[in-house]
C-alpha cells in the first residue's frame, strides 16, 4: 500500500523535474540564439563609425628616436619581474617606422575610424619644463593627414597611460596637483597642432582603470599599493586611488574648458573621456548579493562618470568612505558637468560579485575602497562565461548589452562610442602562427558582442561607434606580447603583419554595407581642402 500511495507523487516530482528541465533548456536556447544570432552592419545608424584601435606605447616603439624622451613606461619595463618575459615597449610593433603599412591595412578593414593615441614624452618630451618638439607633431601629422585621405576618421586620445619620466620623477604627476597644469598644457598643445582635422577627442584612456592598477594594486607605474592589495615599497590603497582619479577628472575638466572657450567653435570637434567597464552579476540569488553587483558598479564605474555629469561622486561611495572621498567645489562641479560631449565605453567582460558586508569575504574585498564587494569569475567552480587570455576576462556578450542599458539609464542617455571590445585567445605553449592566425573564436566573440550592441541600439541606447581592439598584436602591458588581441598578427622577429581570420571577417562585415563614409555628429567643413593646402611633401 504504502509503494502505491507514493507512485502520484513520484509522477509529480517528475513532471516537476521535465517542466524545469523545458525550462532551462527554453532559456539556454533563448541566450543562444541571442548571442549566436547574426550581425550585419546594416542594423548600425547611418554615419556609424565602425573602427580599430591601438596606442602610442603599446605599438610605437622608437623608444629614444627623433627627441623623444623616456616615459613612466621605459622606466618601469626596466625594472626586473615587472613584465612578463622582461618585454618592453622599447621596440614594440615599429609603427613609428611602419606607419604608412599600417594605415594601408586599416583602410583595407574597410573601417571609417580609427582611434590612437599621441605619445606625451614624444610631442613634450619635458612637458612645461621645454619645447614643443617639431618632429614628434610632423609624425602626427603625417598619420593624420594619411587617414584622412583614405577617408578614415582620426579619434584620438590625448592620454593613454604613458607621460614623461622626468615628470613623474619631479611630482608624481598623477597623485600632484601640478598634473592638472600639465595635462592642460599638453591637451592645448594637441589642440593646436591637430585639432583643424581632428574631430573626436578622448582627454584620458581609462582613469578609473589607472587608479586602480597604478596605485591601488601597484601593478602599473609608479607602483604603488598597500596590504592586502599588494606588496609595494610606496602607497596607501585605501585613499591613493580616490585622489588619483580625483585629479585626473580635474585634469580632464581643465582640458575640455580650454578645447570648449578657445578651439571647438573654430575646429568644431567634440570631446569625451574614456571609462573602463564591467558588468556585475549576482554570486548568489539573493538581495544582498543584487545590492553589492550594484555597488560595484558605483564603486567602479559611476565613480568616475557620476562627477562628470551630476557634478559629485556617487552617494553610494559617500555612504561608504565619508571625509575620505575628495570633494569638489562648486565651480570645479561646474567645470565638470560641462566638460562631455559623449561618453567612451571600455568593455571587455562581466563578472560575478559577493556581498562583503553581511558576508564573510577574503581580505580584499573585505574594503571600503572595493566598495564591500568580493568579485570572481566563477560560481561553484563554473566561470560566468567562456575563458580568454585574460584570467578576468569571460565571454558573456548580454553584458555589453547591459553596461549600455546602465550608462543610458543613468545618464540620461548621453552620445556612447564603445571605444575598446576585444577578444585574447587563451595562450599555448608552442603555437603556431597558423593556428594564431584561424582566429575563429574571435570572429565568434565580436559577432556576438556586436548583436549585443545592435539590441541595445534598438532599444533606445544612443551609441555612435565601435572600436576594435586591437588593430594588430602588440605589448599588452605587463603581459608583454603573448597575450594577442590584434586583427592582425605581427611576427615577433620579423615585424611582419598577417591578416587573421578575424581581419578578413571584419572586412567582409563593414564591406557589405554602402554605408562606410565617416560622419560627425554635425558635417564637417572643408577638411579635404584645407588638407590639400597642407605640405604632405614633407612625408
Not at 24 to 49: D, T
Request: one cysteine or more; glycine letters at 8%; aromatic letters at 12%.
Amino acid at each position: 500500500m504504502r509503494g502505491r500511495n507514493e507512485m502520484p507523487k513520484m509522477k509529480e516530482t517528475l513532471t516537476r523535474i521535465f517542466l524545469l528541465f523545458l525550462l532551462a533548456f527554453h532559456l539556454q536556447s533563448k541566450r543562444s540564439n541571442e548571442e549566436g544570432e547574426e550581425v550585419e552592419r546594416s542594423q548600425f545608424p547611418s554615419g556609424f563609425l565602425f573602427g580599430a584601435a591601438t596606442s602610442s606605447y603599446q605599438i610605437e616603439g622608437a623608444v629614444l628616436e627623433d627627441g623623444k624622451s623616456p616615459n613612466n613606461w621605459d622606466a618601469f619595463c626596466r625594472i626586473p619581474g615587472r613584465i612578463k618575459d622582461g618585454d618592453s615597449g622599447d621596440i614594440a610593433d615599429d609603427h613609428y617606422h611602419r606607419f604608412l603599412e599600417d594605415i594601408e591595412i586599416i583602410q583595407s578593414l574597410g573601417v571609417n575610424a580609427y582611434r590612437f593615441s599621441i605619445s606625451w614624452s614624444r610631442v613634450l618630451p619635458r612637458g612645461k619644463l621645454g619645447e614643443v618638439n617639431p618632429k614628434g607633431v610632423i609624425f602626427y601629422n603625417k598619420i593624420i593627414d594619411n587617414l584622412l585621405l583614405k577617408g578614415i576618421e582620426p579619434y584620438v586620445t590625448i592620454y593613454h597611460h604613458d607621460h614623461p619620466q622626468e615628470l613623474e620623477k619631479i611630482w608624481s604627476l598623477a597623485k600632484s596637483s601640478y598634473a592638472g597644469e600639465e595635462f592642460v598644457h599638453f591637451s592645448e598643445t594637441c589642440f593646436q597642432h591637430f585639432g583643424d582635422r581632428v574631430k573626436y577627442w578622448t582627454t584620458i584612456n581609462e582613469p578609473n582603470l589607472f587608479a586602480e592598477l597604478a596605485y591601488l594594486r601597484g601593478r602599473y607605474p609608479p607602483a604603488h599599493c598597500s596590504a592586502p592589495f599588494g606588496n609595494c615599497s610606496n602607497g596607501n590603497s585605501d585613499t591613493e586611488p580616490l585622489f588619483v582619479l580625483h585629479n585626473m577628472l580635474l585634469s580632464h575638466a581643465k582640458a575640455a574648458n580650454i578645447y570648449r572657450h578657445k578651439y571647438q567653435l573654430k575646429q568644431g570637434g567634440f570631446i569625451g573621456i574614456i571609462a573602463s567597464t564591467f558588468m556585475y552579476e549576482p554570486l548568489r540569488d539573493i538581495e544582498l548579493d543584487r545590492e553589492a553587483a550594484k555597488r560595484k558598479l558605483a564603486f567602479y564605474t559611476a565613480w568616475m562618470l557620476d562627477p562628470l555629469v551630476f557634478g559629485d561622486y556617487p552617494p553610494e561611495m559617500r555612504q561608504y568612505h565619508g571625509n575620505e572621498l575628495p570633494r569638489f567645489t562648486s565651480e570645479e562641479s561646474k567645470l565638470l558637468t560641462q566638460s562631455l560631449d559623449f561618453i567612451g565605453i571600455n568593455h571587455y567582460s562581466t563578472l560575478y560579485a559577493k556581498d562583503c558586508v553581511h558576508s564573510p569575504c577574503s581580505a580584499d574585498g573585505d574594503q571600503a575602497i572595493e566598495g564591500f564587494v568580493y568579485i570572481t569569475g566563477e560560481r561553484h567552480g563554473i566561470p560566468i562565461g567562456e575563458c580568454t587570455g585574460m584570467n578576468i576576462f569571460f565571454i558573456v556578450p548580454k553584458g555589453m548589452e547591459k553596461i549600455i542599458e546602465y550608462v543610458k539609464e543613468r545618464y540620461n542617455n548621453m552620445p556612447m562610442f564603445v571605444t575598446e571590445n576585444g577578444y585574447s585567445s587563451l595562450g599555448k605553449q608552442n603555437e603556431q602562427e597558423e593556428d594564431l592566425l584561424h582566429d575563429a573564436k574571435r570572429i565568434e566573440f565580436h559577432k556576438a558582442y556586436l548583436a549585443a550592441l545592435a539590441r541595445a541600439i534598438r532599444n533606445g541606447a544612443d551609441v555612435r561607434g565601435y572600436f576594435v581592439w586591437s588593430l594588430m598584436d602588440n605589448f599588452e602591458w605587463v603581459k608583454g606580447y603573448n597575450t594577442r588581441f590584434g586583427l592582425y598578427y605581427v611576427d615577433r622577429k620579423t615585424l611582419r603583419r598577417t591578416p587573421k581570420l578575424s581581419a578578413r571577417w571584419y572586412a567582409k562585415f563593414l564591406t557589405n554595407s554602402e554605408d562606410t563614409n565617416p560622419a560627425s555628429f554635425k558635417t564637417k567643413h572643408g577638411i579635404l581642402n584645407r588638407l590639400k593646402t597642407r605640405q604632405i611633401a614633407e612625408m
